[in-house]
């Protein structure tokens, strides 16, 4: 009697049956030899105890085999847990995943499904028996065995679909003849967030509870492994989008104007942009990661004003003028701020620095055009600043000059300061009048006043505006006189004149002023040369726009210096 007498078939063998089963063919072979000389009795004893045996060897084998299974299958465990988990790449764990199930099941096919963010399966990895992938019309599994195990938790398996009571009237059950069927759930923190099915559409009863049992192990196992590689394909996205959102305002804090720093609790640098390095030229070598109280120029101030933000916990704003090295003079603003977090925790300190030199150079510059025009010409040319670029245009245009009379004399007579202050008084008094009729006041010419009309804007009869200034000022030097020392009493020679000029910013980018030049600005000059303290004299060309409405006398004709004919000149004396 050889061992398969008692297991049946060759397959590995229990070492206690091997011994038992190598003992008793012994006995047996040499019974079979001397069965002549042996008693009957004992060849019946030995025949009865056959069967015995041949039980006990089955169960001996049994065990072992289950032992040796169940031992096989949690070392498959192990080693499939290990190689979930061993990588955070989410692909690569699918595919580990269901490459085990084929391993671990011998299914025809397995089919790993995610629920996604609408609630709905989602198929994600599918095998063969080959560990190929499965596409197109291969898709054919029973939705009605995955949505129940996805639904509610529990993990199903069937001997055969087709005759299991549960299943049997699924139409894809029976179209797609499905037969042994295993599914179980994936489940992450008593959550479910998936299904594992394997199924076999030729064979019956490939499944069974030990498999189910298995599968559901492994599926613990496998679930927690993909739900970290998820959490860590939203981080590594996350953490994407974090990189992109700071090089973006990486980039807008370096393309900002204003310099921009910022600071932690230790008052140490950790935000320096390209403005501010420019600003304060220092370096961001040279500032980052170190204290501003060291490296930035104005740090006594700037100390003084971050202490002040962190007592009042609130915005301030300081100006400070500085000498840098090389910059020379500039003029600064420094708005700090508390710098918080999403707790609303103080971190550091906000700096913005925006560089006011070139702002306060220009509205020094107009502050000098302010005083050179009235305000309705100035909010003018406010509006439209390209009027104040370098150039000039050709114009119609009314110039008067006004000069004081005998004023080299009278400036032999008096201390430096008191004749200044006298000049003061009397240039005011031209320059108001000029300014009070919408002129444009050009100049001041050491004891002369050029104003000039319908320059820049646009100044309807700017003949009779001229005139009236003139008039106007007489006027007020007239009544100022009287009260004014005898010997301080002075008097305007004033000259107008209507023609063709060039006015504009005549000069250079560093230096340059509001003006007319051209013939017009000549004669009117020359007018008033000729005329005596207190006169008013017109050209012919101005006469002729003011006619009707002024009082003036012919006087006799003069000739004034670069004009060869002689030339018409009036006096006015007053308004109609």
């Known amino acids: 009697m050889t061992r398969d007498t008692f297991i049946g078939k060759e397959q590995p063998i229990h070492p206690s049956l091997k011994t038992l089963l190598d003992s008793a063919s012994s006995i047996t072979e040499a019974l079979q030899r001397q069965r002549a000389s042996v008693p009957a009795a004992l060849l019946a004893d030995l025949d009865a105890a056959l069967p015995r045996m041949r039980e006990e060897a089955e169960r001996l084998q049994r065990e072992w085999l289950a032992q040796q299974r169940e031992k096989e299958e949690l070392g498959a465990l192990v080693q499939v847990s290990q190689a979930?988990?061993?990588?955070?790449?989410?692909?690569t764990v699918l595919n580990q995943v269901m490459d085990h199930i084929i391993q671990l099941t011998g299914a025809e096919r397995a089919f790993l499904m995610l629920i996604n963010d609408a609630g709905e399966l989602e198929f994600k990895v599918a095998r063969n028996l080959d560990r190929e992938a499965i596409a197109g019309s291969s898709f054919e599994i029973s939705r009605t065995i995955v949505n129940t195990v996805a639904r509610e938790g529990q993990p199903v398996v069937t001997t055969n679909a087709q005759a299991d009571p549960r299943f049997s009237s699924q139409e894809s059950v029976i179209g797609y003849n499905l037969r042994s069927i295993l599914c179980v759930p994936l489940r992450v923190r008593e959550k479910n967030t998936g299904v594992i099915y394997a199924?076999?559409?030729?064979?019956?009863?490939?499944?069974?509870?030990?498999?189910?049992?298995?599968?559901?192990?492994?599926?613990?196992?496998?679930?927690?492994?993909?739900?970290?590689?998820?959490?860590f394909e939203q981080v590594k996205a996350q953490l994407e989008q974090i990189t992109e959102m700071k090089a973006l305002m990486d980039n807008v804090f370096a393309s900002i104007p204003s310099g921009v720093i910022s600071t932690d609790v230790d008052d140490t640098i950790?935000?320096?942009?390209?403005?501010?390095?420019?600003?304060?030229?220092?370096?961001?070598?040279?500032?980052?990661?170190?204290?501003?109280?060291?490296?930035?120029?104005m740090k006594e101030r700037l100390r003084s004003l971050v202490e002040d933000v962190k007592r009042k916990d609130r915005p301030m704003v300081a100006y400070e003028d500085i000498k840098l090295p090389t910059r020379g003079q500039v003029n600064l603003s420094l708005s700090v701020a508390p710098l918080k977090d999403a707790e609303s925790l103080t971190m550091g300190v906000a700096i913005v620095v925006d560089d006011l030199t070139e702002k306060k150079k220009m509205e020094a510059q107009r502050e000098v055009f302010r005083r050179m025009v009235s305000p309705r010409v100035f909010e003018s040319l406010s509006d439209n600043p390209d009027q104040l670029r370098l150039g000039g245009s050709r114009r119609e245009i009314t110039v008067l000059f006004a000069d004081i009379r005998r004023f080299t004399t009278f400036a032999e007579k008096l201390a430096p300061e008191r004749l200044l202050e006298v000049l003061n008084r009397y240039l005011k008094i031209g320059a108001d009048a000029v300014l009070t009729e919408d002129g444009t006041l050009d100049k001041f010419m050491g004891d002369q006043v050029m104003g000039i009309f319908n320059a820049p804007n646009d100044l309807p009869d700017h003949t009779f505006h001229a005139v009236r200034a003139g008039l106007a000022m007489q006027a007020v030097i007239a009544a100022h006189n009287p009260n004014?020392?005898?010997?301080?009493?002075?008097?305007?020679?004033?000259?107008?004149?209507?023609?063709?000029?060039i006015i504009g910013f005549i000069g250079t980018e560093q230096k340059s002023d509001y003006t007319a030049v051209g013939d017009v600005v000549n004669y009117g000059k020359r007018l008033q040369e000729n005329a005596r303290g207190g006169q008013v004299l017109l050209s012919q060309a101005a006469y002729e726009l003011v006619k009707d409405r002024v009082v003036a006398n012919a006087l006799e004709p003069i000739q004034v210096k670069g004009r060869s004919a002689m030339e018409s000149v009036y006096e006015v004396l007053a308004i109609k």
Do not use: K, M, W
């Not at 559409?201 to 492994?225: E, K, V």
């Not at 950790?270 to 930035?296: C, F, G, M």
């Open 84 to 91: 979930v988990n061993s990588t955070l790449d989410l692909a």
């Open 199 to 231: 199924d076999n559409r030729i064979r019956a009863g490939l499944f069974g509870d030990r498999d189910r049992d298995l599968l559901a192990a492994f599926a613990n196992q496998a679930a927690l492994a993909i739900e970290n590689a998820r959490l």
């Open 270 to 297: 950790t935000l320096y942009n390209r403005a501010a390095e420019t600003i304060l030229a220092v370096p961001t070598y040279r500032a980052i990661h170190q204290s501003y109280r060291v490296v930035l120029p």
């Open 484 to 501: 004014a020392p005898e010997d301080e009493r002075l008097s305007f020679g004033v000259g107008i004149n209507f023609g063709i000029g």
